[in-house]
């Protein structure tokens, strides 16, 4: 018996999932590169990346460096300053996020090896039972590739059997 829950419970913890996934990205560094490209990235930029090339840090903001060319030589800016408060603050709800959002992966993780295990357990009884029935000596009918049904000879009941006991090994252990 099947549930028809179950493929739209899947599909909306597997949202749930991609969408705390993403969480983490907030954090973002933008900086430009050696072609005056913008990059975007998780992570802080390589050391080789000037200061005045980046332009955002996570809880910090820096302004654009300037395409004067006087300005190169007068003396770079401050960045503008932050509170270590505001800086703690953004840092505690970053932790809190990325938390949670790993929480929903290990959540999705036991949900999906709960999903295997019942459809391992679900596999094995019904090998199980179709192997007793085999064995009990009933003529069986099987379809052939035409659509046929045809009775099972000796050769294709040994062959079901030898299937049917590698599916017990595999998902009744």
Known sequence: ????FLPSVARCCLLAALTLSALPTLAQWQWLDANGKKVFSDM???LDVPEKNILQSPGIRVAPPKSDPDASSAAP????????VSQTKEAKE?????K???EAERAQQRADADRAARAKADNCQRAQRA????NSGTPMRTMTAQGERVFMDEAARTAEKTRLQAAIRQNCS
Do not use: I
């Not at 800016?77 to 270590?84: I, Q, R």
């Not at 970053?94 to 990325?98: G, N, Q, T, V």
């Not at 192997?131 to 085999?134: E, G, H, M, Q, R």
């Open 131 to 134: 192997l007793v029935t085999l």
């Open 1 to 4: 018996m099947t549930h028809h």
């Open 44 to 46: 802080a930029p390589p």
């Open 94 to 98: 970053l932790e809190a996020k990325k």
């Open 77 to 84: 800016s401050a960045p503008p300053e932050t509170s270590g």
């Open 100 to 102: 949670k959002a790993e």
